[in-house]
């Protein structure tokens, strides 16, 4: 029975390597514990798993027909893998509406959130809501990408620095 179940997670992992070694923006590493790290080019970003947690890979293909491949966790994660990103899910968040933000987003995005947050504090009407829910998806991103397995103290780190910033210069 364990064997199966070993020939089936071998199965499993290839299609992720395989699909990974024929993308644009993706590359993969394995060393001998069956530890895989997935890199992603565009920002660095690195997601590591073990070969034994996956549960499933499914092969699909978005409303271009581009296709890309989900693979769902033993601990109820999951992951899309694209030609050059990973996605996840945001989490939810209390006092944000989830149907504003997209049900999939990348590490890219913390850049495009954190411009905005940046852009609303830096403007002389400085709307104070409008921060708060850029706040609420920059959190939700984050927390997200860390739940699935991305490293994103830096990104954290990144927010604290921007509020820290701008209550220092408007003291």
Do not use: C
């Amino acid at each position: 029975m364990s064997n199966s179940k070993s020939k089936s997670t071998h199965a499993e992992l290839d299609h992720i390597l395989n699909f990974v070694d024929s993308s644009k923006g993706l590359r993969a590493k394995m060393n001998e514990t069956g530890r895989v790290q997935l890199r992603q080019d565009l920002d660095g970003k690195l997601f590591t798993f073990s070969s034994q947690d996956v549960n499933e890979v499914l092969h699909r293909a978005d409303s271009e027909g581009k296709a890309f491949l989900q693979v769902n966790f033993k601990n109820g994660a999951k992951i899309l893998l694209t030609e050059t990103l990973i996605g996840f899910k945001p989490i939810e968040t209390l006092g944000l509406d989830m149907t504003r933000i997209p049900k999939v987003v990348t590490t890219p995005d913390l850049v495009s959130v954190y411009d905005a947050i940046e852009e609303s504090l830096g403007a002389d009407n400085g709307n104070d809501t409008e921060v708060e829910i850029l706040k609420k998806v920059y959190l939700a991103i984050i927390s997200g990408g860390e739940k699935v397995g991305f490293d994103l103290a830096a990104e954290r780190k990144w927010l604290n620095r921007l509020l820290a910033s701008k209550f220092k210069a408007s003291a």
